[in-house]
Nanobody, 123 residues
Framework: QVQLVESGGGLVQAGGSLRLSCVASGGPFSTYTMGWFRQAPGKEREFVARITWSSLSRDYVYSVKGRFTISRDNAKNTVYLQMNSLKPEDTAVYYC????????????????WGQGTQVTVSS
């Protein structure tokens, strides 16, 4: 059974940075497409970024392009989300997700999820 554990969330002022990490266990991490999603209070879960197994393809939601960077280290079974120039509207619970096949932007394409880590950006 694949397990995903996120860390790195916290409280930061607007304009600051955070780096989220997600460590995977129980499956062939290097073959998975990995994604980050977020859910703010009262809103639906939304796609943030995704990276293919080879790191050759990365996609971002428009609102974070140029500010967030997704990366992975297959030797460490870890995917990262570097978040710079944070804004109050980035406040949400951030979830790591894994897909055994190639996956895109929909949460339905991901079969494994972490428990989430809270990111709060103060103005």
């Amino acid at each position: 059974q694949v397990q995903l554990v996120e860390s790195g969330g916290g409280l930061v002022q607007a304009g600051g940075s955070l780096r989220l990490s997600c460590v995977a266990s129980g499956g062939p991490f290097s073959t998975y497409t990995m994604g980050w999603f977020r859910q703010a209070p009262g809103k639906e879960r939304e796609f943030v970024a995704r990276i293919t197994w080879s790191s050759l393809s990365r996609d971002y939601v428009y609102s974070v392009k140029g500010r967030f960077t997704i990366s992975r280290d297959n030797a460490k079974n870890t995917v990262y989300l570097q978040m710079n120039s944070l804004k109050p509207e980035d406040t949400a619970v951030y979830y790591c997700a894994a897909a055994e096949r190639g996956a895109g932007l929909s949460s339905y394409e991901y079969g494994y999820w972490g428990q989430g880590t809270q990111v709060t950006v103060s103005s």
